[in-house]
């Protein structure tokens, strides 16, 4: 009796450690970025990342353009989706006077039948919490649509992670950008 | 002075602030070369945050004599260029009179003028000691010879040519052009020529105590590479004809890596990510400069290295 008593003491201890030592395998192999990159490097990288969101915002005044061809509205909508983890990633609806959240997709849809908007991105851009694949970028943005004006505070998570890139018949692992979802501050 | 005048004049300055950036340009508005229109497009968007078309640069200001001013907007933005207020002001002339009396608001204008004049006195005093204190080893010399376009004859930009001593192998520093100076000096010099956008040249250069004018180096443009570069500078318009381009001069295996500024890190792009940037090109593309490019056998580019401002 003592000694079976013992025993599940014994496998319960194992089990436990060996748990706790497969936590700390994962927090090994998923470093934060802050420990991958120095600290000029990683910063060199988050403002690279600006130029992403100025991108997208390019597109997205754009895409508000009358008379725009269909052909080229397409070849933008695929370059502003290029820019996102994917089609469903949630982000401001700039066409809404009241704030809400909707699909990229759906916003693209919708830019369609909007009335031209004028947006200009804030210059100063703070990166907050980083971890092993990503960091949220705050940023504030202006619309003027039809003579009146809003502003929106934002906070985007913005992917960086070792992801494979095909060069025609070779491929390899390198560091790419992907925009992730939007929240109002 | 008319307004047309005034306007010529504004038209030399644009220059003379031109050459601040570009030193090695030093021709005039008919000179003015393609890539020097493209130049001035990307320095008024720096430094005026305004847009300037390359036809209304072809109308307004390649032509020697014009017989319009443009518009009153326009000739705002070319003043701010080179330090004026605007328009208005350049065109200003104070009204010189007989009389001894003068008003409150000119002798503060004469006030003004006077510390002026006292502040350019004060620089000059100190750039003439700065002259004479300065090592004369640091005084810069543009090389003794003339780059230039082997079909279209123009002069070549030197930012974008690298000059290399190959005399027996070739060097793996480019020449300063002080180095190159001395070196061909007294004897003569084969050098490797090297640019993204021209074809590789070995070439010999006489001495220069020898030649009466600077010998001329004809460089063979690399015209794939020329089109990379003009489509970096491009707009919205005929975006389908620059994909189908760029699909044309671009190799499968194309691997375009960015620097970062300051050299902290790259980011890279295949082919289709490449075509998909400029065909719609965004404003951060005219921060991009080529500076170095590797073609494949048949021409089309493998490699393009940019780096960003």
């Known amino acids: 009796m003592r000694s079976g008593i013992v025993y599940i003491v014994f496998l319960w201890c194992a089990s436990v450690w060996s748990q706790a030592a497969t936590e700390s395998m994962k927090t090994t192999n998923e470093q934060s970025l802050k420990q991958v990159f120095a600290a000029p490097v990683l910063q060199a990288y988050q403002e690279n990342s600006d130029i992403k969101i100025q991108e997208l915002f390019f597109y997205l005044q754009q895409l508000t353009q009358p008379g725009l061809e269909p052909s080229l509205r397409q070849e933008m909508e695929t370059a502003c989706l290029a820019l996102f983890v994917n089609e469903a990633t949630m982000v401001v609806d700039l066409t809404s006077p009241t704030p809400t959240h909707i699909p990229i997709a759906t916003l693209l849809q919708k830019l369609a039948q909007s009335a031209p908007i004028q947006i200009t991105v804030s210059e100063r851009v703070k990166y907050n919490t980083v971890t092993y694949r990503s960091w949220t970028s705050g940023y504030t943005i202006r619309c003027v649509q039809n003579g009146s004006s809003r502003e929106y505070a934002i906070s985007q998570i913005v992917f960086f992670q070792l992801l494979p890139q095909q060069f025609g018949a070779h491929q390899q692992q390198t560091y790419q950008y992907r925009l992730g979802a939007m929240e109002l501050r | ?309």
């Not at chain 2, 001593?165 to 520093?173: I, K, L, R």
């Not at chain 2, 020529?193 to 600077?214: A, E, H, L, W």
């Not at chain 2, 951060?284 to 056998?297: A, C, S």
């Open chain 2, 1 to 309: 002075m008319n307004e047309m005048q005034h306007f010529q004049e504004l038209k030399r300055r644009v220059l003379e602030r031109y050459r601040q950036d570009y030193p090695y340009f030093q021709g005039d508005w008919k000179t003015f070369s393609s890539q020097d229109i493209l130049n001035l497009i990307a320095l008024l968007e720096r430094e005026c945050k305004e847009t300037v078309s390359e036809k209304w640069i072809y109308t307004h200001l390649k032509p020697e004599t014009n017989t319009k001013l443009p518009r009153k907007n326009m000739l705002h933005v070319l003043c701010r260029f080179v330090g004026v207020s605007s328009w208005d002001e350049f065109i200003f002339e104070p009204v010189v009179t007989g009389s001894t009396v003068v008003s409150k608001e000119e002798t503060k204008r004469s006030k003004r003028g006077y510390l002026w004049g006292m502040g350019m006195g004060v620089v000059l005093v100190l750039l003439a000691v700065a002259y004479f204190l300065w090592p004369e080893k640091k005084v810069t010399k543009m090389p003794p010879v003339k780059l230039q376009n082997q079909y279209t004859q123009e002069a070549v930009d030197s930012s974008e040519v690298q000059v290399y001593d190959a005399t027996h192998t070739v060097g793996t520093q480019p020449l300063t052009p002080q180095q190159f100076e001395e070196k061909v000096r007294e004897k003569p010099l084969t050098v490797f020529v090297k640019s993204p956008f021209y074809k590789d040249t070995i070439v010999q250069i006489p001495p220069s105590s020898t030649v009466q004018s600077p010998p001329v180096v004809a460089l063979q443009p690399d015209d794939y590479a020329m089109m990379v570069k003009a489509f970096l500078k491009a707009d919205i318009t005929d975006w389908q004809k620059r994909k189908t381009q760029l699909q044309h001069i671009l190799s499968e295996d194309l691997e375009v890596m960015v620097m970062l500024k300051g050299g902290l890190g790259s980011e890279f792009y295949n082919k289709a990510q490449f075509v998909q940037k400029l065909t719609i090109p965004t404003p951060v593309l005219k921060r991009w400069e080529i500076v170095d490019i590797k073609n494949e056998p048949d021409g089309k580019l493998k490699v393009i290295r940019i780096k960003q401002e």
